[in-house]
């Protein structure tokens, strides 16, 4: 095989395994899509919505922003998905006693509630095998995701919809 023949040949290989990865990578965004429409079916939350409910409820009273930081969201995109939760009687949100500028956000009862039956963000199946794992296959995976987060360079990539995928229109609708 000369030069040329080989070059071509690596080519084709490396074709093929984007390809898979692109493939790879469209199955999993079609479980996020399906998962997501089965939270909002059985559950009338979001993916998205479900991730803040979880997060606030680890907390005291906590403002905006940091939630958004904690969970890698926009304070916009926050601040909308809030103001749904909001509107559901799920959240309530307030200014701060000692910062005006301030607002902070609290699950209520009935958001608290909601989380008692509520199921994890990615698919129970998922969790499960996961966390049957050994735990230098869980951080082999979360490795392998990072680096293709960085490969893409997707690191300042805003995250939301946290857990949906479709066009941007539809994204910003959620």
């Given at each position: 095989?000369?030069?040329?023949?080989?070059?071509?040949?690596d080519d084709i290989?490396?074709?093929?395994?984007?390809?898979?990865?692109?493939?790879?990578?469209?199955?999993?965004?079609?479980?996020?899509?399906?998962?997501?429409?089965?939270?909002?079916?059985?559950?009338?939350?979001?993916?998205?919505?479900?991730?803040?409910?979880?997060?606030?409820?680890?907390?005291?009273?906590?403002?905006?922003?940091?939630?958004?930081?904690?969970?890698?969201?926009?304070?916009?995109?926050?601040?909308?998905?809030?103001?749904?939760?909001?509107?559901?009687?799920?959240?309530?949100?307030?200014?701060?006693?000692?910062?005006?500028?301030?607002?902070?956000?609290?699950?209520?009862?009935?958001?608290?509630?909601?989380?008692?039956?509520?199921?994890?963000?990615?698919?129970?199946?998922?969790?499960?095998?996961?966390?049957?794992?050994?735990?230098?296959?869980?951080?082999?995976?979360?490795?392998?995701?990072?680096?293709?987060v960085d490969?893409?360079?997707?690191?300042?990539?805003?995250?939301?919809?946290?857990?949906?995928?479709?066009?941007?229109?539809?994204?910003?609708?959620?």
């Amino acid at each position: 095989m000369d030069i040329l023949e080989k070059i071509r040949s690596d080519d084709i290989n490396a074709d093929l395994l984007c390809r898979d990865v692109l493939v790879s990578l469209r199955k999993i965004t079609q479980a996020i899509d399906l998962h997501s429409c089965k939270l909002s079916r059985e559950y009338g939350l979001t993916g998205p919505q479900l991730v803040i409910l979880q997060e606030l409820s680890n907390r005291k009273r906590t403002s905006v922003t940091e939630l958004s930081q904690s969970i890698s969201l926009s304070q916009g995109t926050v601040t909308d998905i809030l103001s749904r939760l909001e509107r559901k009687g799920l959240v309530v949100k307030r200014k701060s006693e000692t910062d005006k500028r301030r607002t902070e956000v609290d699950v209520t009862d009935k958001g608290r509630q909601l989380l008692v039956n509520a199921p994890p963000p990615l698919q129970e199946t998922f969790v499960r095998e996961f966390l049957e794992l050994k735990e230098w296959e869980q951080l082999m995976i979360l490795s392998s995701l990072h680096r293709i987060v960085d490969l893409m360079q997707a690191r300042k990539i805003d995250a939301s919809p946290f857990l949906v995928s479709g066009s941007f229109t539809e994204a910003q609708a959620r």
